[in-house]
């Protein structure tokens, strides 16, 4: 046998192997034997690159080179679902339905897994794209990592699959998972993740798809998308893709009537406790293809579907402690330490308790039996106090600190705001990391190859101690540390580099002042040449700019009080970081829609939503979320939300088309 045949021979063994472990829980062989014939496949590849193929199973190992995400459109817009929560307006779409078709149909009741949605190409039997949903319109391509999920088949089982066809699903970590990978963070004193969902999310974010595959996350499969699908059924095409090798969940169910649907759903509003991920509720599909085309799509989700979620779970358990956690604002939030009680599906240990308004209005004592509810399915809180079961026993009245946790700062409280603030920016730890992680965001100079965990190892080691360090560090400085190679130190020092670029107005809002926004910044950006002379900024000059009132202004005005945040800034300037208007950059806002507040709504086919949303604000504009008497006008697309445009036409609010809005700024 040559080469490339024992190559392919390995490849179909371990592609076969695979699914039976991972989507059929029913392995055939060892896990040393599958890693052995993993290493000889490794070893084979890496002897002859020319035979690479990018299906192979050693791309589910991922690699610790960085890659940017690219943005895709989808091919169909990754719509949400309606959502309900009583069993009335389960009827009241059922009912919907039957009347619309006037004909007999089927509802396919799924689970609703809690994670990220998933979209995955497919040409020939082998994946080709992965893309997350994003915007509805266009996301992230997230093949690599996708990739190295086990439950996502590479190559297709069989045959009698379409040529080309769409498939999605949920990307899940399950709780297992979920709670070993939040052990192992709470053991080096990192952040935990709040929820699996989260976890998913960030993970399938990673720019190192090495870690990805460390994660072990899953996936379900839910919708088949294409022309030439195998059936008209929705459930029977479900049935086709698992022959193919795709992991489907075998609790859907197809219901004849509207009490069958109710039994489906009361059977797992208790069972679903069980499962080995999140669920927050139950899918109704009309199952017949043909019947969902009939009934069409509002501009927001399908008429066809409907999301039933669960209400949320209750126990009772005992507050054994009250601790605080101190984030990036300085913003200090108390949580309750509590025993260990078993609720949706995991372990709940701690709830948060907001702010010192809860506190005192749920009259905490230590040692009381509280109510612990999820929100949303996830994120714990407590809902009240079994003040019967309180005794002499009780510890003493819960109050909220005064200072610090972290530093020992004498904490401050806004008039007007329920929150309380550490006021020492520069020297509290949470606040000094929070504010190097909102620095690199996205949104902000979005430096990549940099998140909490790293930024979490170089401020431990000393290496940073603000944003400005940043500019200091070098491939020798940081190459070998824990998990850092050297072709990860070399994109960390690039994304830095390249950061320099990033225009004004990003910077003004990577500083993380207080209260100052994306909006504002830009803003900023468009009333001061320069950081320079914002700094000499007097508090007239500030409210006169629109959108800056008194509480921002005070806000700009103290942090450029505070000398090491003036030492900041000097050190940003001599890295040549873009601490000034650039005219060019300027020439392109108008105030042609000043003083218009201005609502979008439905589908556009030139630009986007966000990049409507940033022409209004280009132009001077604002942006608003639902109509009003201040209301301009309503940019509509295709498919512009009904109660929207009876709201507008009741209120006398002009609607402008997609080609008049671009004709009014061009």
Not at 197 to 211: C, D, P, Y
Not at 248 to 259: A, N
Not at 356 to 372: F, N, P, Q, T
Not at 468 to 495: F, W
Request: hydrophobic share 35%; aromatic share 8%; proline share 3%.
């Amino acid at each position: 046998m040559d080469i490339k045949d024992k190559i392919e021979e390995l490849r179909t063994e371990l592609h076969r192997h695979n699914y039976n472990y991972y989507v059929l829980n029913a392995p055939e062989i060892s896990d040393k034997e599958f890693d052995d014939k993993m290493h000889a496949l490794q070893e084979l590849e890496e002897a002859h690159p020319e035979y690479m193929d990018a299906t192979s199973p050693t791309m589910r190992v991922g690699s610790d080179i960085n890659k940017n995400f690219t943005q895709v459109f989808h091919k169909y817009p990754m719509l949400s679902l309606a959502n309900t929560y009583s069993e009335a307006e389960v009827a009241d779409f059922y009912e919907r339905v039957r009347k619309t078709l006037n004909e007999d149909f089927e509802i396919c009741c799924e689970m609703k897994y809690d994670g990220t949605s998933i979209s995955l190409t497919y040409e020939d039997g082998r994946l080709v794209c992965a893309v997350t949903r994003g915007d509805g319109e266009k996301g992230d391509d997230v093949t690599d990592n996708v990739k190295t999920i086990r439950s996502v088949p590479l190559v297709l089982h069989g045959g009698h699959y379409p040529s080309s066809f769409e498939i999605r699903g949920e990307i899940l970590m399950p709780w297992a998972v979920f709670e070993e990978l939040n052990r192992e963070k709470e053991a080096r004193e990192e952040p935990l993740f709040a929820n699996p969902r989260n976890a998913a999310s960030g993970t399938l974010k990673l720019q190192n798809s090495s870690i990805v595959a460390a994660r072990k996350l899953d996936a379900y499969l839910y919708y088949l998308l294409g022309d030439n699908l195998p059936c008209d059924g929705h459930y029977e095409n479900l049935q086709k893709v698992a022959e193919w090798g795709f992991k489907i969940s075998d609790l859907t169910r197809k219901c004849h009537t509207l009490q069958e649907v109710f039994d489906f759903i009361k059977y797992w509003d208790v069972e679903r406790k069980n499962l080995p991920v999140a669920t927050d509720g139950i899918v109704l599909k009309v199952n017949s293809l043909r019947q969902q085309k009939n009934l069409g799509f509002t501009a927001k989700s399908p008429r066809w579907a409907i999301a039933y979620k669960f209400q949320a779970e209750r126990a009772l358990t005992r507050l054994v402690k009250v601790t605080y956690q101190v984030g990036r604002t300085g913003t200090v939030t108390p949580v309750a330490n509590l025993e260990p009680v078993q609720l949706s599906g995991t372990i709940v240990r701690r709830a948060s308790l907001h702010n010192a308004d809860i506190i005192e209005g749920l009259d905490l004592h230590i040692g009381d039996m509280v109510y612990v509810e999820k929100g949303g399915e996830i994120i714990p809180k407590i809902t009240g106090v079994d003040t019967d079961s309180r005794s002499f026993m009780s510890g003493e009245k819960v109050k909220f600190i005064t200072c610090c946790p972290e530093c020992g700062s004498k904490l401050t409280r806004y008039e007007g705001e329920a929150a309380h603030y550490c006021p020492n920016e520069t020297m509290c730890p949470p606040q000094i990391k929070g504010k190097i992680e909102h620095f690199i965001s996205r949104k902000a100079m979005n430096i990549d190859g940099l998140g909490p965990e790293t930024v979490d190892l170089l401020y431990r080691l000393g290496l940073i101690g603000n944003a400005a360090d940043l500019y200091d560090l070098t491939v020798e400085k940081i190459k070998g540390l824990d998990r850092m190679g050297e072709k990860s130190a070399e994109n960390i020092i690039a994304g830095i580099a390249q950061s320099k670029k990033v225009p004004f107005e990003r910077v003004i809002f990577a500083l993380g002042i207080r209260f100052v926004g994306e909006t504002v910044a830009k803003k900023i950006a468009r009333a001061f040449k320069d950081i320079d002379e914002l700094r000499q900024a007097t508090f007239e000059k500030l409210i006169s700019i629109d959108e800056i009132g008194e509480k921002i202004a005070k806000s700009i005005l103290l942090y450029f009080t505070n000398e090491e945040n003036c030492q900041l800034i000097e050190r940003l300037k001599s890295s040549r970081l873009q601490l000034y208007r650039i005219e060019k950059h300027l020439s392109e806002y108008t105030d042609k829609l000043a003083g218009k507040s201005i609502v979008i709504s439905g589908v556009f086919i030139h630009h986007s939503r966000d990049e409507y949303k940033e022409l209004i604000e280009k132009n001077g504009g604002k942006n608003v979320g639902s109509i009003s008497g201040k209301t301009s006008f309503v940019l509509a697309g295709e498919n512009m939300g009904s109660t929207k445009l009876e709201k507008a036409n009741k209120m006398g609010v002009a609607i402008l088309s997609e080609d008049d809005f671009l004709k009014l700024i061009s």
